[in-house]
């Protein structure tokens, strides 16, 4: 079992910069692929970005390509979203979670979740 905890969101004016974190506990963190996803009101819960389990290889939506970078320290069990230049459509709540499979980009390739955290950017 892996137990996730994300911190770092709050509110931001549009061009602003957040950086995200997810702590894990539990297994080995560096057995397991992790990532982002989001959920805006009345939407679907969208893929953002995913990192494998070394760091080699990174995935990012389109949306963010450009903007948001992700990042892992085994060494700490966390995982970091960095976002930047962000706009009004960046806000959702923000989840972290991790997977067996070494890089996954759809949410049902993923077993563990954190609670989320809420961004929200105003323009």
């Known amino acids: 079992q892996v137990q996730l905890v994300e911190s770092g969101g709050g509110l931001v004016q549009a061009g602003g910069s957040l950086r995200l974190s997810c702590a894990a506990s539990g297994r080995s963190f560096s057995n397991y692929g992790m990532g982002w996803f989001r959920q805006a009101p009345g939407k679907e819960r969208e893929f953002v970005s995913s990192?494998?389990?070394?760091?080699?290889?990174?995935y990012y939506s389109d949306s963010v390509k450009g903007r948001f970078t992700i990042s892992r320290e085994n060494a700490k069990n966390t995982v970091y979203l960095q976002m930047n230049s962000l706009k009004p459509e960046d806000t959702a709540v923000y989840y972290c979670?991790?997977?067996?499979?070494?890089?996954?980009?759809?949410?049902?390739?993923?077993?563990?979740w954190g609670q989320g955290t809420q961004v929200t950017v105003s323009s």
């Open positions: 990192i494998s389990r070394y760091g080699s290889s990174t």
């Open positions: 979670a991790g997977t067996a499979i070494n890089a996954a980009v759809r949410a049902d390739q993923y077993n563990y």
